[in-house]
């Protein structure tokens, strides 16, 4: 059972983020044997179990995520998210009208440090 989460997981996880961004986070980032156990643990409940259930679309859970992450400055998963949220179809103005919507309720600074995460992101991806 693990196994076939851990399988849908990969799968569901390369699907989110792109075949090229999850080679580069596999070769730069899970290479060492700590990483290569917080990688197994994503692909299998993350991405296996959260992001494999039914009752919310794909774009629906990565904007969700995109919220949470400027919710509690979280930048470097921030800028993760925002790549799940583009490739699920949401535009940079709707993500940034997402965003700036959050200033009522957190406040500012972490809109403004949000805004400014989303605007380097969508830099990166227009240059790949």
């Given amino acids: 059972m693990a196994e ?3 399988a849908q997981g990969k799968a569901m996880r390369r699907k989110l983020m792109g075949d090229a961004y999850a080679d ?3 070769k730069n980032v899970y290479t060492s044997p700590i990483m290569e156990k917080f990688a197994q ?3 299998e409940a993350v991405f296996g179990g959260l992001w494999t259930r039914p009752g919310l679309d794909l774009k629906t859970r ?3 995520c995109v919220i949470s992450d400027a ?3 979280r930048e470097p998963e921030l800028k993760l998210h925002l790549r799940f949220a583009r490739n699920q179809g949401w535009s940079e103005d709707e993500l940034g009208e997402a965003l700036l919507h959050l200033a009522g309720y957190v406040g500012a600074p972490l809109v403004r440090e949000a805004l400014l995460c989303a605007v380097e ?3 990166e991806m227009a240059a790949e």
């Fill in 121 to 123: 992101t969508f830099k």
């Fill in 62 to 64: 990565a904007l969700i």
């Fill in 4 to 6: 076939d989460k851990r």
């Fill in 41 to 43: 643990y994503t692909q």
């Fill in 71 to 73: 919710a509690t400055g």
């Fill in 24 to 26: 580069k986070l596999d």
